[in-house]
């Protein structure tokens, strides 16, 4: 059995449904820790874990408190999407509302560099606004929670990458979705772009390896991207690799760690 390292008395959620949530779970299984992790349940078809794994929702504020409690949670690590605000509000919460040790585990935003035509805007109905007049053909790279708010600008063809075939039609007139799950390389986005004749892009900016290729596609072949700020979040401890998550769980925060703005 792998050893345990620091007190066996910690019980531990993670908060999952990213990469960086993968990765947190197989530190946690290779060290022995008592943990279980949680999706959201937004996917059909789910990683599997090597961790005891629960799929849906807590019911808000309080049915997370009530879990944390019913299941004698001592340290909660969310490693959801950047862009899963409400959960993330939810955990910090909840967590304060128990006496529950919490750290996000999240990924760094993206920044632009040398070549890169972006646009930030602060949230979808502002991309849907930053799109141009004339008819334009899009890679819209950012889910299907929020298509509805693109419907407003019908004279555009939209693309979207789902993981999941959408079980309703999509509420775009001119849409096509391609079913895929990242990460994705260059060559591959690059193919995807040209083989669509693909003239803008709009994106979350979600950070991190396994969706960057689109923007850097987008840089190589001249496209602008509208790039979408992330929600804010109540101040919580921030952590931005495993490495560091795992020394909070045996030391708690190093000296002089502050609570930080997820942004």
Request: hydrophobic share 45%.
């Amino acid at each position: 059995m792998p050893q345990v390292s620091g007190s066996d008395t910690t019980r531990i959620l993670l908060l999952g449904g990213t990469s960086e949530a993968s990765q947190m779970a197989r530190a946690l299984a290779a060290t022995g820790r008592r943990a279980i992790f949680s999706y959201a349940g937004r996917t059909a078809t789910p990683i599997s874990q090597p961790l005891p794994t629960r799929i849906g929702g807590f019911g808000g504020i309080a049915g997370l408190a009530a879990y944390l409690r019913a299941e004698n949670i001592t340290h909660v690590i969310d490693a959801t999407h950047p862009f899963a605000a409400q959960m993330s509000a939810n955990a910090v919460a909840a967590c304060s509302m128990t006496g529950t040790a919490l750290c996000a585990l999240e990924r760094p935003a993206w920044e632009s560099g040398q070549g890169d035509r972006w646009v930030s805007v602060p949230d979808t109905a502002g991309a849907a606004k930053a799109l141009p007049e004339r008819p334009a053909r899009v890679f819209l790279a950012i889910g299907r929670q929020t298509l509805e708010t693109f419907a407003c600008r019908s004279q555009h063809f939209y693309l979207l990458r789902l993981v999941d075939t959408p079980e309703a039609p999509l509420p775009l007139p001119h849409a096509q979705a391609v079913i895929a799950r990242g990460p994705f390389t260059l060559a591959e986005d690059l193919q995807l772009l040209r083989t669509h004749a693909i003239t803008h892009i709009v994106a979350k900016n979600a950070g991190g390896a396994g969706a960057r290729a689109k923007l850097d596609a987008a840089r190589e072949l001249g496209l602008p991207v509208i790039l979408i700020d992330r929600p804010a979040v109540p101040p919580r401890l921030l952590r931005h690799n495993v490495e560091d998550v795992m020394h909070w769980l045996d030391h708690g925060p190093a000296t002089g760690a502050a609570i930080e703005r997820g942004v």
